[in-house]
């Protein structure tokens, strides 16, 4: 079968032959081919990840070693407090900590995780960023680090209850490890580094592999009855239930961690009167921010109908007249919930739990309520 024009220019993960032996519907994604889902379709996809454990391919994100050239894992994490909000030097070996880049206007450049190694710290970034985020490493920190993009490694993310005991049988230390312990470990005999972490709100594990192991650890992985392939629809509707931040759509270079509703990822050390405030770009305002609240913030929403409400849905005070207060930036069906669930930004005003919104669906307001989130409560292990 011929490949479409769009289809010639997009990068293929180290697993794309094994997503296309497994009967995956392949779409681009991140300028990568990438599995939308496999034969058992969305719906069963999360709904297996939910009960049993789940296997996607992540390969499409950035994994970066910042390599102090002191040789002191604590310069590296010094230096890069320089570009994000959060407090890094404290992260210990072993461990891994949420963060986001920010700009000079107090906007997200983009979120990751950053893992002390011991000796370097382990980034992982979105792959629509990663490009920009090694420049812009590259760019700040290269008298003092070591920038090694590790372009050579696969990433796949194990999630479910039974995720860890599928990992156990092939990784000894894996039911050791509690919720953001991160490190090297080897699996079904390949070095592998291994974080107890994941974007679906379930207990798991995400596994950088060498690319050249990537299909041999995967088919083993997938083994076990227990564990299914999943693809880009289940992982989104996942994460929306567990209320997780899609970089680009929730968060983006003009929204700030405090409206983002992401202060419990900017540590007290950080915040005006900590120990290292500020020092890293924008932050005037996000600490004016904290210190002064902001005008709009990120909420949960759940519609009263059964109909979906998608991004870019127009939110309003009230059913009839008026101007729009806000809109939703992501939105979907959840299937754990039989119901829909959606999050947007909408004026402090409104964002008190209960608060009675309508979002704008083909020219009808629908009613919505401010919801806690999660939507699905987490299982991480503490």
Known sequence: ??????????????????????????????????????PAGVLKEHLHTRAAAGLFDVSHMGQLALRPKSGKVEDAARALERLVPQDIVAIAPGR?????????KGGILDDL?????????????????????????????????????????????????????????????????????????EVAGIKCFVSRSGYTGEDGFEISVPAADAERLARTLLD?????????????????????????HDIDTATTPVEAALEWSVQKSR???????????????????????????????????????????????????GEPIGKVTSGGFGPSLNAPVAMGYVPVSLSALGAKLFAEVRGQRLAMQVSAMPFVKNTYKR
């Open 1 to 38: 079968m011929p490949v479409p024009d769009d289809q010639k220019s997009l990068r293929h993960t180290p697993l794309h032959a094994l997503h296309v032996s497994l009967g995956g519907k392949m779409v681009p994604f991140a300028g990568y081919d990438m599995p939308v889902q496999y």
């Open 113 to 185: 995780m950053v893992a002390n190694f011991g000796d370097h710290l382990f980034l992982v970034v979105n792959a629509a960023c990663k490009e920009a985020d090694e420049a812009h490493l590259r760019a700040h920190l290269a008298d003092d680090c070591v920038i090694d993009s590790l372009a050579d490694r696969a990433l796949i993310a194990l999630q479910g209850p039974k995720a860890e005991a599928a990992l156990a049988t092939l990784c000894a230390g894996a039911s050791s490890m509690t919720f953001m312990d991160a490190g090297p470990q």
């Open 271 to 321: 915040r005006s009167g900590g120990a290292r405030a500020g020092g890293f770009p924008g932050a005037e305002k996000i600490l004016a921010h904290f210190d002064q609240g902001a005008s709009r913030r990120r909420v949960g929403l759940r519609a009263e109908g059964r109909a979906p409400v998608r991004e870019g849905a127009l939110l309003f005070a009230g059913q009839a007249a």
């Open 96 to 104: 891994q900590r949420y963060a986001q880049f920010t700009n000079a």
């Open 224 to 248: 076990n009855p227990d564990v299914l392939p999943i693809g880009l629809g289940a992982r989104d509707s996942l994460r929306l239930e567990a209320g997780l931040c899609l970089y680009g």
